[in-house]
């Protein structure tokens, strides 16, 4: 017994379930057809004994209508009236006032002295005996006249009932091991079909912890518990997805937009080191550089944790002068990149964009870092402005080594390097062109890049101008 339930426990949720539909079912009918047969079996033994007591009545009638001079001899001559009125497998035996056998009248297969003593009364009565294993039941009552004292004996076997109770007993075997294959095919049938989608999540979180976050569940025509809980499953996982691929776009994002700045204040610190100790100009100067750019590098990554979480909302309307930026982020690439040449070319002293100033200065850092990564000979960097209907243009130009034609639509995306190589050479990821594209996608701005191989490389940025 307990090795049959330790293995129920082990097995499969479509062998438990079948075993137990079947057994509910199984035993639901076993303690009906119980139940049914008992009723039947005492409904049948109460009419075989009505139908005893009813024979005996008839035979007292009769003989009460002979009146009361009947002779041992009519008692005898009634032998043929008497087989009228009982049945073919009923026997009537008459004994005498001593209890000796004075007349048989009878085919069944019974002779009176198998019969067991039966108490004789002057009451009618009918009780159920049994005689080698076979059920009988005995009717008894008086015979009383002025010639003849004595007793009737009516035997009525029970053979047809005894044969209606084995059928119904071997139908209703047969109908219980019929039942008990059809629940257990049922239940098996059924189980199979409820434990499907639990098996298919199943497979499908294994199959995520083999290959990735990305896999998702075949979901159910039906929209019944099961149907709803795929669905659910999918969902949730889309989230766990998404959120995982924010968390990682995040540390991705924020080491590459961290490294310049804190090359910034690396530059300041050094200069310090270097001039400060005895200039007080340099070290006032270097120190409030170096305190201003760790105030933006502070909110540089509120902003970056801002950027990833709502990829696309806009909350703030700005008005920003963009040559303030611009001169800014030029003084730092020249503490960093003395050997450069920076200029800018510009019509107007300020020109007012509609981007925040910290998204701004992100957007410059990334273009100009590339063009400084990507410049070897010539060393100069042009920056001009322009305004045009509504927007402001800014192009980024420099003169190193250009992109391939057919690498200039891809390197907006993720991961994407020209010259793989080349840029691991030069600490690239391929990550910045992709940030600034999101940030200028998120201000209804546009970026461009035209490019010559070994001639150079321009970067246009188009904003909606910022109203004052
Ligand atoms: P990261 O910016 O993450 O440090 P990266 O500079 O390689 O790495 P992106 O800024 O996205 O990544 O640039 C993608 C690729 O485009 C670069 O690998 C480089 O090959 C090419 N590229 C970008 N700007 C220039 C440029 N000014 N001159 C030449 N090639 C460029
Ligand atoms: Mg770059």
Do not use: C
Not at 6 to 19: G, P
């Amino acid at each position: 017994m307990k090795k049959v339930l330790k293995w129920i426990k082990s097995s499969s949720l479509t062998v438990k379930w079948t075993i137990a539909s079947a057994s509910v079912i199984f035993i639901t009918f076993t303690v009906f057809s119980l139940i049914q047969y008992l009723s039947i079996k005492d409904w049948m033994l109460t009419e075989e004994k009505v139908s005893v007591t009813q024979t005996l009545n008839e035979l007292s009638v009769f003989y009460q209508q002979r009146g009361p001079v009947i002779t041992k001899g009519e008692i005898v001559e009634s032998e043929t009236l008497i087989q009228q009125i009982i049945d073919r497998k009923q026997a009537v035996v008459i004994f005498n006032s001593r209890g000796q056998l004075f007349l048989n009248i009878s085919s069944t297969s019974i002779s009176p002295s198998e019969l067991p003593e039966i108490p004789l009364s002057k009451e009618k009565n009918v009780q159920l005996i049994e005689v080698n294993s076979d059920p009988y039941y005995i009717g008894t009552g008086p015979i009383i006249s002025n010639n003849f004292n004595g007793y009737m004996v009516l035997i009525s076997p029970l053979a047809r009932y005894e044969k209606m109770m084995a059928n119904l007993l071997w139908l209703t075997v047969g109908l219980g091991i019929l039942a008990l294959l059809i629940s257990a095919l049922v239940g098996y049938f059924l189980a199979k079909r409820f434990s499907r989608p639990v098996k298919d999540l199943k497979y499908t979180i294994k199959r995520i912890e083999r290959n990735g976050l990305q896999e998702r569940v075949e979901t159910l025509p039906s929209q019944d518990e099961l149907g709803e809980l795929l669905i659910l499953f999918n969902r949730m996982m889309e989230k766990v997805e998404s959120s995982f691929d924010q968390q990682q776009q995040f540390v991705e994002d924020a080491s590459h937009e961290l490294r310049t700045p804190l090359q910034i204040i690396e530059g300041h610190l050094r200069l310090l080191q270097r001039w400060g100790k005895n200039d007080p100009k340099v070290l006032e100067e270097s120190l409030f550089s170096s305190l201003e750019e760790l105030q933006r590098l502070k909110e540089l990554v509120e902003d970056l944790l801002a950027l990833t979480k709502q990829d696309d909302k806009r909350e703030e309307y700005y008005a920003t002068d963009i040559v303030d930026i611009i001169n800014r982020v030029m003084d730092d690439f020249h503490v960093l990149y003395p050997s450069f040449s920076f200029t800018v070319d510009k019509e107007s002293k300020q020109y007012l964009t509609d981007i925040s100033p910290r998204h701004f200065e992100q957007l410059l850092i990334i273009l100009l870092d590339n063009a400084v990564k990507y410049s070897e000979q010539r060393k100069d960097i042009v920056i001009t402005i322009k305004q045009n209907s509504g927007k402001v243009l800014i192009l980024i130009k420099d003169f190193g080594m250009g992109i391939p034609a057919n690498d200039i639509p891809k390197v907006f995306h993720r991961f994407y390097r020209t010259d793989k190589s080349r840029s691991r050479e030069r600490g690239g990821n391929g990550l910045g062109l992709a940030i600034a594209k999101r940030i200028i996608s998120r201000y209804s701005g546009e970026i461009h890049i035209s490019s010559e191989e070994n001639k150079g490389t321009e970067v246009l940025i188009k904003l909606n101008e910022g109203k004052s």
